[in-house]
């Protein structure tokens, strides 16, 4: 369903998505002339040379390791496709919304890139002797980042502006949407151990709150992706307005019990690392109890910030039929 970002009066524009104000040409390779083509082919070599420059010479290992692998591969990937699609002219053809699903990919291409750009080199990289291996991963590194920077310039080029008719997906709540779902995966990924909240049920209430509201979250853009969100049985707009509330009442109670009952010594916390033996270990691949425990704590006040602010900024969306 396309939105307009304010309450002014709907209106269309000729010019490409870019907003460069250069017109679009489909079916083409002049496509890649263009602003955001070229932008593109830059996202398509700094994630190929990343990934290159780490296999030539193995240097990745353990969990981290294949995340910042899959990153990269993934984004190269899935820039190839869209590079394909938009010089074969195939938008009308591709099986998702051409509306929503080019600034989806983008934003969370940003935020793949962005991790791997931060956990490669402080796993990984710092650890390892000077030699060819360290000289490929830090190469690897900068063109990570050049990567994020290159995913995250799209972002701000074809994101929604003011009085713009778009996909839900280019608004500021799409795109918190993205946050959201990206930052509980990360909050899935430190409590993997259930000893972290097993027995507890104030912590285990916790865990039913990331997930319901990460179900919520990615069911609001695969409806989008999929251009059916007309198949729910209440209008849109106030599953959206329902999700975003109820996500800010869920996460606030997981900001008050996760801290209290993980780090509170009378609810059987560590108020200390120190206190935590298995934060002794020198294997600088894993990250010790205490350790998740604190991410955790961090990340759903990012989560809850990002839900305060997608249901503040989703009572200045209108929604219309076109």
Same mark, same amino acid.
């Given at each position: ?10 209106? *269309? ?10 017109? *679009?040409?489909? @079916? ?25 420059? !780490? ?9 981290? /390791? ?17 590079? =394909? ?18 600034? *989806? ?40 980042? #050049? ?16 009085? %713009? ?8 709540? /799409? ?19 259930? +000893? ?11 865990? $039913? ?11 609001? #853009?695969?409806?989008? =992706? ?21 996500? !800010? ?17 009378? +609810?059987? @916390?560590?108020? %200390? ?7 002794? $270990?020198?294997?600088?691949?894993? !990250? ?35």
């Amino acid at each position: 369903m396309p939105v307009t970002v304010t309450r002014t009066t709907v209106t *269309t524009t000729s010019t490409s998505s870019s907003g460069l104000g250069s017109p *679009t040409i489909l @079916g083409s390779p002049r496509a890649l002339t263009q602003p955001l083509g070229l932008l593109r082919l830059l996202q398509l070599l700094s994630t190929c040379i990343a990934f290159s420059l !780490v296999a030539s010479v193995n240097a990745w290992v353990g969990f981290t /390791g294949n995340w910042c692998m899959f990153a990269w591969c993934f984004c190269f990937a899935v820039t190839l496709v869209i590079i =394909l699609v938009e010089l074969g002219g195939l938008q009308a053809r591709f099986p998702l919304s051409w509306r929503n699903f080019p600034i *989806t990919y983008a934003c969370y291409a940003a935020l793949f890139c962005l991790s791997a750009s931060v956990i490669y080199p402080t796993t990984y990289v710092q650890f390892l002797s000077h030699g060819r291996s360290r000289d490929h991963a830090i190469a690897a590194t900068a063109f990570s980042c #050049i990567a994020c920077v290159a995913y995250a310039t799209e972002v701000a080029w074809t994101r929604a502006r003011p009085g %713009e008719i778009t996909g839900y997906m280019a608004t500021v709540p /799409g795109l918190l949407k993205v946050v959201e779902t990206f930052v509980a995966c990360i909050i899935f990924a430190f409590i993997s151990d259930a +000893y972290l909240y097993k027995h507890k049920p104030a912590l285990e209430w916790c865990v $039913s709150v990331y997930a319901i509201c990460f179900i919520l979250a990615a069911v609001a #853009i695969l409806l989008n =992706l999929f251009d059916c969100t007309n198949v729910l049985p209440i209008p849109f707009p106030s599953f959206l307005s329902g999700l975003a509330l109820l996500s !800010v009442l869920f996460y606030a109670s997981a900001m008050v019990l996760w801290p209290l009952y993980q780090f509170d010594e009378k +609810y059987g @916390g560590q108020s %200390e690392r120190r206190q935590d033996s298995s934060c002794r $270990s020198s294997n600088v691949h894993y !990250v010790c109890t205490w350790d998740r425990r604190l991410a955790v704590a961090i990340l759903t006040a990012i989560n809850l910030l990002a839900y305060v602010a997608d249901l503040v900024y989703s009572a200045r969306l209108v929604f219309v039929r076109v």
